[in-house]
């Protein structure tokens, strides 16, 4: 009416609406609470509005995480409809996630069928019906549908808490599907201390390396790092907890007259007093590619056997060369951040990532 009359420049014409309670109000009070967060309703019918828009729409509410209120749900000709949305909903949603089917709502007729994604049976819909599908925190109650608000859960977040969710977040957003369960939580953990997602594509593994190092660093393994911000940034916790010595030899009284008559820089003669000392240990290096080019020397030599190398480091000189020697490496547990990001936070998580692996897995 409204559409007509401005079509026509009807303004002579009085237009009033009175307020009335809609088919997923009144669905929705049957049902209890389902509606008490964001929601959206949607239309089936294709007859106005063709199908590719629609479908457009569904994914949105699905990836949006919205209660959906479903009109036009299915007929007799437009019978595929909904099961496409289930289909649709069901990569998005837990297949758990509640589902009712109102029909014939506030009339003597009306029927309540509450059910699940993954169990909803579309023969019992039909153009009498509302399906209204919950969130992802939306929970059954006896015979009521429940959509929190959060009032009841909220308080002071404390810093495990806040981490915890920073994890789920990150693992949602993943994308690869080549990664194990232990090299993901590497990347969760690299992406956590850098809010850079590009992470993920520069990881590369090899040999198991995450699951090796958990049980190096549980028996009391030794660390090696290249400058100390990677030595400080290895949860001490962690290292008290399992006797793991962490040593950065950049600032030992010996790298300097070392790096003077060897014309070294005084992260590779640190490197290389490190490999003396201790040929067995994880190196983990997230800032100076000298040190790294000294490490992948000394191994490719076979002068050393370590348990592994972390290759992180960042910057433009010499940072991908040093990178790409270390990935010719064979026969060792390795984890390269290719390209030229890195750094001393992202060299660490990956360290905390070995020792929290239980996490992940």
């Keep these: 009416v409204y559409e007509y009359a401005a079509r026509q420049q009807r303004t002579d014409i009085q237009l009033q609406t009175l307020p009335g309670i809609s088919a997923f109000q009144a669905a929705a009070a049957r049902l209890g609470a389902p509606i008490g967060h964001d929601f959206c309703c ?3 019918s294709d007859l106005m509005t063709p199908w590719t828009t629609i479908e457009k729409r569904i994914t949105a509410a699905a990836v949006g995480d919205f209660v959906t209120s479903l009109y036009n749900p299915r007929s007799q000709k437009r019978n595929w409809q909904l099961s496409r949305l289930r289909e649709i909903f069901l990569a998005h949603r837990a297949p758990t996630t509640p589902v009712a089917i109102v029909r014939q709502v506030t009339r003597p007729e009306e029927t309540i ?3 699940t994604l993954a169990e909803l049976d579309v023969t019992l819909v039909d153009m009498f019906c509302l399906v209204l599908i919950g969130n992802s925190q939306t929970y059954r109650f006896g015979e009521f549908l429940v959509t929190p608000r959060g009032y009841l859960a909220r308080k002071p977040a404390t810093g495990a808490e806040i981490q915890d969710e920073s994890f789920r977040q990150i693992w949602a957003e993943l994308q690869r599907t080549d990664l194990s369960a232990a090299d993901q939580w590497a990347v969760v953990r690299c992406i956590h201390s850098t809010a850079d997602f590009e992470y993920e594509q520069l990881y590369y593994a090899q040999n198991q390396p995450l699951e090796y190092w958990h049980d190096y660093l549980l028996g009391g393994g030794t660390v090696i790092t290249d400058v100390t911000m990677v030595q400080a940034g290895i949860t001490r916790a962690y290292r008290e907890q ?5 040593l950065c030899y950049l600032n030992d009284a010996r790298v300097a ?15 290389r007093l490190a490999l003396a000392e201790h040929p067995t240990a994880l190196f983990v290096v997230g800032n100076a590619p000298t040190a790294l080019f000294e490490l992948a020397e000394q191994v490719q030599a076979g002068r050393c056997q370590p348990a592994g190398i972390i290759a992180a480091p960042v910057g433009f000189v010499n940072v991908v060369e040093a990178k790409l020697k270390t990935k010719s490496l064979r026969g060792l547990p390795l984890v390269i951040i290719e390209g030229r990001k890195g750094g001393s936070s ?5 360290v905390n990532a070995a020792f929290t692996l239980q996490q992940a897995l």
Excluded: N
């Design 257 to 271: 007259d070392l790096a003077e008559r060897e014309g070294l820089t005084r992260s590779q003669a640190g490197m």
């Design 242 to 246: 399992h006797g793991v010595e962490v």
């Design 113 to 115: 069928h509450l059910t």
């Design 346 to 350: 992202v060299a660490a998580s990956i």
């Design 42 to 44: 949607l239309s089936l």
